[in-house]
């Protein structure tokens, strides 16, 4: 069954919600960049290659308080299945959001899409240090602030955002993190139940 667009996103309601998923969306699934080359943007590119070394990652993920285990395998391929039964998956083609209660299921067509962590994290005024807290502010860009904490060696803990116009912010956090881990293709290849209303690229809606 197809639906048509909708606003279904089941973490938070309404303009941070569509944020949300687009942050996940360009967090996880793309390759990574790193140009940039003093200060605080010296330990930014230093995070960017540590990221873009990984072949697969498993790991605890909390999403705004929600909890899940998160399988990744490069370049582009995810899986995350939350404690409520809810799902992201992508398997390079597309990108699936289903939501057990609400039976909805979105799929985004990945065509074309390869900005990454560089699209997400690149064109900030100011990038600065605190141990391995990393800081991003800017005064045009779609999250005005970004906070970045990292592992000694410069692995993502968490990443919290605060989108522009927005009192309420984006938390992402990684545990128990395994890295470089056999992942079978299969995991990534999701198909959501034959009763999911299916709603075509959502990410493309409006805020």
Do not use: C
């Amino acid at each position: 069954m197809v639906a048509k667009k909708r606003n279904f996103f089941p973490f938070q309601k309404g303009y941070t919600s569509l944020f949300l998923f687009k942050s996940i969306f360009f967090l996880i699934l793309f390759p990574f960049f790193p140009i940039f080359s003093q200060g605080g943007g010296e330990v930014l590119s230093n995070f960017l290659t540590s990221m873009n070394s990984l072949e697969s990652i498993r790991a605890n993920i909390t999403i705004n308080g929600t909890t899940g285990v998160m399988s990744y395998k490069k370049p582009s391929s995810l899986y995350v299945k939350f404690s409520d039964g809810r799902v992201i998956s992508a398997n390079g083609r597309h990108l699936w959001f289903y939501n057990p209660a609400k039976a909805i299921a979105g799929k985004q067509d990945l065509s074309g899409e390869t900005s990454g962590l560089y699209g997400l994290l690149n064109g900030y005024e100011s990038i600065s240090v605190s141990g391995t807290s990393l800081k991003l502010t800017s005064e045009t860009k779609g999250y005005e602030e970004i906070l970045i904490q990292m592992t000694p060696n410069y692995l993502l803990k968490s990443i919290r955002m605060k989108p522009r116009g927005s009192n309420q912010t984006i938390e992402i956090s990684l545990s128990n993190m395994q890295t470089n881990i056999g992942l079978p293709a299969s995991l990534f290849n999701y198909h959501p139940p034959s009763n999911a209303q299916i709603v075509e690229n959502p990410l493309n809606q409006r805020e």
